[in-house]
């Protein structure tokens, strides 16, 4: 099983707090709909319910969480909760064997199911924003990029962007990396 990784991170690793992502890039999140639609995406609780209720549609949810189902609304029919890294692999291997298709498996975070999964993943696709947000702010979550310049070969990027929808937000560039062999 290919298992990617699609994060959206500072210079600095930083992908959210706890309100959010830090940074609503409009290309970005039009990269993000165009990788994950129609595929599976491994999630925390937490970012799950960060997530805006009607934007993610046509994607299968598999959720990672020590919560139970009662404690967790799910937000559409085919969406998962899951206890452990074993049990959504296994979920995974279900749901690939009941589509009609090939799907694609993303782990999209938060900061514990990056961290989790890094040691896993094949194909890291990372939309870099040129941003150091490296305040003294214990709201902040990070990216593991220590496992990803260690484990990991930059396959292709970007230059930098800006974008055309919000010029005042920071330039961005959209980076692919494979596993090391």
Known sequence: MELNLIAALTLDGAIGNNEGLLYKIPE????YK???TGNILIVGSNTYL????????????IVLTHKEPNELLLRQMGDTIVHSKEEAFEKVKELQKNSDREKRIFVI???QIYNLFIDD?????????NKYD????????????????NDFN???????????????LPSYKF???IKEN
């Not at 970005?28 to 990269?31: A, E, I, P, R, S």
């Not at 997530?51 to 994607?59: D, H, I, V």
């Not at 214990?138 to 990029?145: D, G």
């Open 28 to 31: 970005d999140l039009q990269n």
């Open 34 to 36: 165009n990788l994950t």
């Open 50 to 61: 960060s997530l805006p209720k009607t934007a993610l549609k046509n994607r299968q949810f």
């Open 109 to 111: 975070g938060g900061e």
């Open 121 to 129: 993943v094949n194909l890291a696709y990372i939309t870099w924003i």
């Open 134 to 149: 490296n305040l003294i702010d214990s709201t902040l979550k990070y990216f593991p990029i220590d496992k990803l310049f």
């Open 154 to 168: 930059l396959e292709r990027e970007t230059n930098w962007l800006k974008s055309k929808e919000n010029s005042s």
């Open 175 to 177: 980076s692919v990396y």
